[in-house]
């Protein structure tokens, strides 16, 4: 075929029109997200001192800023990876940089409230096996959603895409998490939270790496 | 011209593009890909490439730029973006020529040639997949493309409705870029 052949054929479909893939990626994280808070509220359910906790524990607020630094960092790399030129290397350092340094105040402050021979009871406290069960659990809508919308898109390096959606998705279930968990030392969430976000982080790059492709 | 009027221009006919204008549409196509050839070209200039084969580079581009066009933030340069899907398509091609890939980002698009010559070079990887459709698909994509024909035109002579007409021209472009997906590693 001649490529003045494919260019009628282009020209021709230019009727069918998707929207903007900035869009898409905006509405499939909010979906996702969605999902996750109605499975969460409908399961294990809220916790009752929320609002208590919310104004009054520096512990909890710790915990919350923590996961947005998770996840706003990566909703925005997630984006840019559904553009084949957005290139989000860039923001790399800012992902991983940002919830260490929350990490890093957030148990520096509990060491000046905690005392040392309790750490090990409150990292271990019963609550860790849930935990690490539930983050991942509530990622699985945001993940499926990002993937799709990134699918729409034109990643440039599928494995990195991937994987921005799923530390996004792990973000966001863990920001859900934390309304239940009512764990709140940073002892125990800088041990657990972590190790939920890296292994949902790693499956969606296993997953965009063969998905992603275009 | 010059680069920054070119994008402008391009820009421009894309927007309208998107919007439906066929014309402008097919103004763009038939400007890029006299643009993409020396691109190719020079991409390729490490392996022998027939210039049906660059030709057929040219095309999975020119497609891929196609059904990816929502990609496209429509506030920043054209440029980048075309680069973008190109360099990414040639990465892939010279891959599956066992070549690793290793194609310049930058300035591509400043180099341009009077074009022309190409206009008869017959590319196969596109023929050969289309071969392969059913029956109908197969005599709406020929009227399109090689006939020149309109969607309302072929709908008319084949019985259809327009809309199914442009549906399944859709799919078979679609299978088209599936079928260069699975020429891949």
């Given at each position: ?23 898409t990626?905006?509405i ?14 409908a ?5 009752d001192?929320?609002?208590?906790v ?6 909890f ?10 996840t ?7 984006k ?32 000046t ?23 991942p ?6 993940l ?26 792990s973000?966001?279930?863990a920001t ?6 009512d764990a709140?030392?940073?002892f ?17 790059a296993?997953?965009?790496s ?5 | ?21 066929e ?41 891929a ?7 496209w ?13 190109a ?8 891959r ?7 194609v ?40 399109i493309?090689i ?6 035109d072929?709908a ?30």
């Amino acid at each position: 075929m001649k490529t003045t052949d494919l260019i009628n054929a282009l020209a021709v479909d230019t009727a069918t029109r998707k929207p903007p893939v900035s869009r898409t990626a905006w509405i499939a994280a909010a979906i996702g997200a969605v999902i996750s808070a109605a499975v969460l509220v409908a399961t294990i359910g809220i916790r009752d001192d929320l609002i208590a906790v919310a104004s009054q524990s520096l512990d909890f607020v710790l915990k919350v800023v923590f996961t947005l630094a998770v996840t706003v960092p990566a909703f925005f790399v997630y984006k840019r990876s559904a553009r084949p030129e957005g290139n989000p290397a860039g923001l790399t350092p800012v992902v991983i940089a940002l919830p260490l340094v929350v990490l890093a105040g957030g148990v520096g402050y509990a060491m000046t409230t905690t005392s040392i021979s309790d750490i090990g009871d409150i990292v271990m406290s019963p609550n860790w096996f849930r935990c690490m069960l539930v983050i991942p659990m509530l990622s699985i809508a945001p993940l499926a959603a990002t993937l799709y919308a990134l699918r729409q898109g034109a990643p440039a390096n599928p494995t990195a895409a991937g994987a921005a959606a799923g530390l996004l998705s792990s973000g966001l279930a863990a920001t859900l998490y934390a309304t239940h968990c009512d764990a709140d030392s940073p002892f125990f969430f800088a041990v657990w939270y972590p190790i939920g976000i890296a292994a949902v982080t790693i499956i969606g790059a296993a997953i965009g790496s063969r998905v992603l492709r275009w | 011209m010059d680069r920054k009027a070119r994008e402008a221009e391009w820009s421009h006919l894309m927007r309208s593009a998107i919007d439906g204008d066929e014309a402008a549409y097919r103004r763009f196509l038939t400007d890029l890909s006299r643009a993409l050839h020396p691109i190719v070209r020079r991409g390729f200039s490490g392996v022998s490439a027939a210039p049906s084969e660059i030709e057929d580079v040219v095309q999975e581009v020119m497609l891929a730029i196609h059904l990816k066009r929502h990609t496209w933030d429509q506030s920043k340069p054209i440029g980048p973006w075309i680069m973008a899907i190109a360099r990414n398509k040639m990465i892939d091609d010279l891959r599956r020529r066992g070549r690793r890939g290793e194609v310049p980002i930058d300035g591509m698009l400043d180099i341009i040639e009077a074009g022309g010559h190409e206009d008869a070079i017959h590319a196969y990887d596109v023929g050969r997949v289309l071969e392969k459709l059913n029956g109908k698909s197969r005599e709406i994509v020929q009227a399109i493309t090689i006939d020149g024909h309109s969607a309302r035109d072929v709908a008319a002579k084949l019985g259809m409705t327009e809309v199914a007409v442009r549906v399944s021209l859709h799919r078979s472009l679609k299978a088209l870029a599936q079928a260069y997906q699975e020429l891949k590693p």
